[in-house]
Nanobody
Framework: QVQLVESGGGLVQPGDSLRLFCAPS????????MAWFRQAPGKEREFVAA????????YYSDSVKGRFTISRGNAKNTVYLQMNSLEPEDTAIYYC????????????????WGQGTQVTVSS
């Protein structure tokens, strides 16, 4: 049962920007921390960024820090991932997740997931 729905992925060139969007499909996540993970072909799913339920705190992986920005929408249920200066290494399926533990990087701390949106960075 899909709880979160991602959109905004696509094919871009190195140096371009994309903005991913995630919204709930069936329930509200206003009191949950929300995060983005990604999984490249042949690799394990990795943490990208997380934002607290209040939007007060954010946490980024070293590989995206300074290039990506996570934020919540006005409805608090939604979350964005602004991705700038994209690199071929950013190519992956990007997943949105929600959890009550807080802005932590471990995927096991998130209870609800989307089905992912493909981001491809290639010249």
């Amino acid at each position: 049962q899909v709880q979160l729905v991602e959109s905004g992925g696509g094919l871009v060139q190195p140096g371009d920007s994309l903005r991913l969007f995630c919204a709930p499909s069936r329930r509200t996540f206003g009191s949950y921390a929300m995060a983005w993970f990604r999984q490249a072909p042949g690799k394990e799913r990795e943490f990208v960024a997380a934002v607290s339920w209040s939007s007060t705190n954010t946490y980024y992986s070293d590989s995206v820090k300074g290039r990506f920005t996570i934020s919540r929408g006005n409805a608090k249920n939604t979350v964005y991932l602004q991705m700038n200066s994209l690199e071929p290494e950013d190519t992956a399926i990007y997943y949105c997740a929600a959890g009550v533990t807080g802005i932590v990087p471990g995927s096991s701390n998130y209870d609800y997931w989307g089905q992912g949106t493909q981001v491809t960075v290639s010249s």
